[in-house]
Nanobody, 118 residues
Framework: QVRLMESGGEMVEAGGSLRLSCVVSGIIFRGLVMGWYRQAPGNQRELVASITSDSSTKYADNVKGRFTISRDSSRNTVWLQMNTLKPEDTGVYYC????????????WGKGAQVTVST
């Protein structure tokens, strides 16, 4: 059974930092495309950052320069370092794993709540 377990979500003041972790089990981690999504109340889930198996990264425009995604295949883990947090970063952050073709599939964690207070 594939499991994605997020941790690190909490309440922080604006300007602060948090690091989210996602540990993957039940699947070979090395070839996965990993991503972090967030969903604010009343909004759709949106991509925050992604990282490929060769560590190529992409970021949403509103987090560029503040967030960093990274991965370690020896630990089956992906992180999201979030700096200079803003109240609009508040939401539930979901870890996502995508298997690439020829057998594509997608998996989600249960989410970690991040609240940035003013």
């Amino acid at each position: 059974q594939v499991r994605l377990m997020e941790s690190g979500g909490e309440m922080v003041e604006a300007g602060g930092s948090l690091r989210l972790s996602c540990v993957v089990s039940g699947i070979i981690f090395r070839g996965l495309v990993m991503g972090w999504y967030r969903q604010a109340p009343g909004n759709q889930r949106e991509l925050v950052a992604s990282i490929t198996s060769d560590s190529s990264t992409k970021y949403a425009d509103n987090v560029k320069g503040r967030f960093t995604i990274s991965r370690d295949s020896s630990r089956n883990t992906v992180w999201l370092q979030m700096n200079t947090l803003k109240p609009e970063d508040t939401g539930v952050y979901y870890c996502n794993a995508k298997k690439v073709p020829p057998f594509p599939n997608e998996y989600w964690g249960k989410g970690a709540q991040v609240t940035v207070s003013t």
